[in-house]
Structure formats: C-alpha cells, structure tokens
C-alpha cells in the first residue's frame, strides 16, 4: 500500500504572497479571475485562494477528507478518494447531481454553472504530479514555506510537534487532523479556527457513517425508489425505442 501523502499549511508562515493561488492557477490551466488573489473566491476557475484576517494570512482549498461524503454521495462513482490520499473528480462519469456540492462539509465544490457541459470542479492535490512523485504547485511555489507537502503521518507528527515546541504561538489544535473524521490536509493556525473561516462544528466522526446510517434506517424508501427510477429508466427508453420503430416504418412506406 502507498503511503498518504497529505499538506500542511501554517498561516503563521504565510506571507499572503499569492505564489500558491498563481501556481494552482498554471498547473491546472485555470484562467485569470482576478490579478489580486486576495480578492478571488473560490470558483469553477479557482481552486484555492488565499484570505486575509486582519494580520492573518490563510488558505481555502479541498481538505481531501479520509473519509470524504462527496464520495459517499455520489451515485456514479464520480468522486473517488486515492491511494495516495488526494480526493479526485472523473468527469466523463458525472451525471450533474451536485450531491456533493450539497454534502461537503467544508464547502469546497463548485459548478460551471455557465458551460453547456457543466464539470464540479474543485482542488485535486494536483493528483497527477503527486503520482508522478513531485510536490503539489501550490508547495512547490510557497517562498515562506507555510505550505509543506509531503507523508502524511509526518506532516501530522511535525504539526503536533511545533505546537509543542511553541505553545505561544500556535492556537492548540491541528486544523484537519480529527474533523469529519481527519483528512489529508493539516491547518496550523495562531488564533482559533472559526476566526478564519474555517468551520469549525464538525463531528469527529467521518461524515459517510452518518449517511449510512441515515439509509440504514430506510431501506424500504430506497429500494422502492431505487425500483421507480430502473423502471422510468425503462419505460423511457423503450417509449423512445417505440417512437423511433414508428418513424422507421412511417419512412418506409413513404418510399
């Protein structure tokens, strides 16, 4: 088994440059939305942004959760989580729910509301060079080394380490590391977290079990539904099945 690679970012580090939101832009051929990269949001065209907090500087991107819901959600199997640990999109099985839109817990997805062929699209840990075994553009370009990209069992194990080793300078908690159940992203940070923005009521628990025990507790509603939607599947396709052997036949008594 490959080991989890993961990130982390101490906003205690960063410098609010902007050098991670350039790179993720040319990495993953995003166009420009905004020459102030403190100013961006997060979009179908942006994947991760930095925000100012008074003197703070911080990051929002996927979390890449162990345990991630969109992936439990979806009913295509569109949303897969890796064996290196990155959270990744196939959009040729997409069929355009947006259930995971709805079920992240941190709110990261987003839709290209404006294309005819709509993706979600969202932070992959540029999954490719990962394989590939390079760092994430966005660690690779950080000048103040806020943002580290490596294993992750070493990344959590230094994270808790600087908070040992400076305990006047960090908020005492590891951003990541236990909400939804963790993921493959650690946050360092000097204040508590939902002064960032980041959210902050979450369960420890991975958020699938929820699902799972939510549908455990209606497994007649599902199958019945799961029948009613096979069967319009069917009748859908057999009435225009019909339309067409009509038409055919229309066209040749025609000739």
């Known amino acids: 088994m490959k080991p989890q690679k993961g990130i982390l970012f101490d906003s205690t580090q960063c410098v609010g440059c902007g050098e991670c939101y350039f790179a993720c832009k040319k990495a993953n051929n995003l166009p420009e939305t905004n020459k102030d990269p403190l100013k961006d949001r997060l979009s179908a065209s942006t994947y991760n942004v930095v925000e100012q907090y008074g003197e703070t500087y911080t990051r929002k991107f996927c979390m890449h959760c162990a345990e991630p819901t969109c992936a439990s959600v979806c009913p295509v199997g569109a949303i897969t989580k890796s064996a290196e640990g990155p959270v990744v999109y196939d959009e040729t099985k997409c069929i355009g729910c947006r259930y995971c839109m709805q079920a992240c817990p941190h709110s990261i997805p987003r839709y290209e ?27 690779e370009a950080c000048p103040a080394g806020a943002t580290k990209f490596g294993n992750l069992q070493e990344l959590i194990t230094e994270a808790k ?5 400076s305990p006047d ?8 590391l236990q909400e939804a159940g963790g993921s493959n992203v650690l946050v ?7 002064k960032l923005g980041y959210v902050t009521k979450l369960p420890n628990d991975a958020l699938p079990k929820y699902t799972m025990r939510a549908l455990e507790k209606i497994p007649t509603v599902v199958s019945a539904g799961t029948v009613f939607l096979g069967g319009m599947y069917w009748l859908t396709k057999r009435r225009n099945e019909i339309a067409k052997e009509k038409q055919n036949g229309h066209e040749r008594k025609d000739k």
């Open 188 to 194: 360092l940070a000097s204040m508590p977290f939902d």
């Open 113 to 139: 509301w404006s294309s005819l062929n709509p993706r979600v699209r969202k932070c992959t840990m540029c999954h490719s060079r990962v394989e590939a075994g390079k760092d994430t553009a966005c660690a």
């Open 161 to 165: 380490q600087r908070l040992v080793d």
């Open 169 to 176: 300078t960090y908020y005492p908690h590891v951003y990541g």
